[in-house]
């Protein structure tokens, strides 16, 4: 079992910057590929970033690109999320999950095994 706590969300401004923290414990954490996840209000939860459990390997979905970086420290169990120039549209609740196949990245809710309770990020104009 992982358990998963996301921080690190707010209000903020469009173009501002903000960075989650997704804190896991339980099981070793880099024996665990990594993601997050968002829902805004009436849509599905979408794929955002993912990583692997050693780093190496990072994927993002295109409207992230550019903008926002994942990263992890396994020394301290954590994974983040580096979120600038944020728009409007990004508003939504975000979700880290932990995956235990390492070596393949997964961009599917399904591909995951441990979910955080989520953060909310609210962007406005």
């Known amino acids: 079992q992982v358990q998963l706590v996301e921080s690190g969300g707010g209000l903020v401004q469009d173009g501002d910057s903000l960075r989650l923290s997704c804190a896991a414990s339980g099981r070793t954490f880099s024996n665990y590929a990594m993601g997050w996840f968002r829902q805004a209000p009436g849509n599905e939860r979408e794929f955002v970033s993912a990583?692997?459990?050693?780093?190496?390997?990072?994927y993002y979905v295109d409207s992230a690109k550019g903008r926002f970086t994942i990263s992890r420290d396994n020394a301290k169990n954590t994974v983040y999320l580096q979120m600038n120039s944020l728009k409007p549209e990004d508003t939504a609740v975000y979700y880290c999950a932990a995956r235990r196949n390492s070596i393949i990245l997964s961009t599917i809710s399904s591909g995951y095994d441990y979910w955080g309770q989520g953060t909310q990020v609210t962007v406005s104009s």
């Open positions: 990583i692997s459990s050693t780093g190496s390997n990072t």
